[in-house]
């Protein structure tokens, strides 16, 4: 990719640390709060998405920051300026549909062009501004063509390059590859990765797919029901979910509920419903833990024919098995009724059969205690 394209200059005059920010925002539907008093602060530069199941209202959201729609109360800033009735195309960020809402009647070039001519910008420079944003998502050659003429990834980096000719401070991002097929999502996540990169701009993008998500980010919100249940690093949001929500929708996972039964400062003993003995080390709160639900990742658990002396061992067959190529899933039956799920990698080529006995473990430290 050419290091010549600059399509937003990096600026020489102070900038403020963040480029968008929420406080207490909420937004208020027939008397339904599709956005319930957020907080959310987003860092110059950094690729942000925001993560969570239909109807939690993540895309009113990105609506809120766009301008497409007004909170009810709280306050959206962008660049430190506070955007109560200031109208989308008045503020610095540009955004990019899952739909893509191309123009049919116009042809590559004219459809990256037409914010530019809005504007009122020079022939010279839109010639210039185009031909960048061409070159940028690698369409030169598709200048004159029109977008059915085109295939779904080629639509949708022309409808970046749209967005981006625009030079906006801030990329929003709606569910901007969720029509895409598996493979051409993997390419376009590559391409918006590389893109982010380059520019170096504000990314924030909506999505319900986890990881896509987990891949692409800096940092990830995670809503529910209107209210944001944490905010993270990848890393941080899939190895320490603050709440059973987030550990069940980030990837999967094994929820045990239980009691805490006793906790030295140091290890905890969770009794479970179901009667399972569970030792655990990590909790984001474990002093004010009573009742618990135990997240174990199926990659955590490890599966052997005879037992071990990891901490947190039980015994039980193979119920179902899935051969994945690289690993085995399966579901496998404990003595006392509890169904786990096992991720195991494919060392060996072996499979187990299905009514296997086995024992399932895992450390104390490779599961977590969350407040019920």
């Not at 540009?94 to 042809?107: C, I, W």
């Not at 977008?147 to 801030?170: D, E, F």
């Amino acid at each position: 990719m050419a290091q010549t394209v600059s399509l937003h200059p990096v600026s020489t005059a102070s900038t403020p640390t963040l480029d968008v920010e929420l406080r207490q925002v909420s937004k208020v539907f027939d008397g339904e709060p599709a956005v319930d008093a957020i907080d959310l602060q987003v860092r110059q530069g950094e690729f942000f998405s925001i993560l969570g199941p239909s109807g939690c209202g993540k895309t009113t959201t990105l609506r809120l920051i766009a301008g497409f729609e007004q909170p009810t109360q709280g306050g959206v800033l962008i660049q430190g300026r506070r955007m109560e009735w200031v109208p989308p195309y008045k503020r610095s960020v540009n955004t990019v549909f899952q739909s893509y809402a191309l123009f049919n009647h116009l042809n590559v070039w004219d459809n990256i062009a037409f914010g530019l001519r809005i504007k009122g910008l020079a022939k010279t420079q839109i010639k210039q501004r185009v031909a960048d944003a061409l070159k940028l998502v690698k369409m030169e050659e598709f200048a004159r063509r029109h977008p059915k003429q085109l295939s779904g990834g080629q639509r949708q980096r022309i409808a970046l390059a749209r967005a981006l000719v625009n030079r906006p401070a801030v990329m929003l991002l709606d569910e901007p590859l969720g029509a895409l097929d598996l493979k051409l999502r993997k390419e376009m996540q590559v391409e918006l990765s590389n893109l982010h990169q380059q520019l170096g701009i504000t990314f924030i993008m909506v999505t319900h797919d986890q990881e896509e998500a987990l891949s692409l980010s800096d940092r990830i919100a995670v809503m529910q029901a209107g209210k944001i249940a944490q905010v993270g690093s990848p890393s941080e949001i899939y190895e320490s979910p603050r709440t059973p929500f987030v550990a069940d929708f980030i990837g999967d996972t094994n929820l045990l509920q239980g009691q805490v039964d006793y906790w030295d400062g140091q290890v905890m003993r969770v009794k479970t419903t179901t009667g399972l003995t569970v030792l655990v080390q990590r909790s984001p709160d474990p002093e004010s833990l009573k009742q618990v639900v135990v997240s174990i990742r199926p990659e955590k658990i490890h599966l052997s024919q005879s037992a071990s002396d990891s901490g947190n061992c039980y015994s039980g067959f193979v119920k179902h098995k899935m051969y994945l190529g690289t690993h085995l899933h399966c579901m496998v039956q404990l003595d006392n009724g509890d169904s786990l799920t096992v991720l195991q990698p494919n060392r060996t080529g072996n499979q187990l059969a299905v009514e296997t006995r086995v024992y399932v473990h895992w450390l104390p430290t490779d599961c977590l205690a969350l407040a019920a």
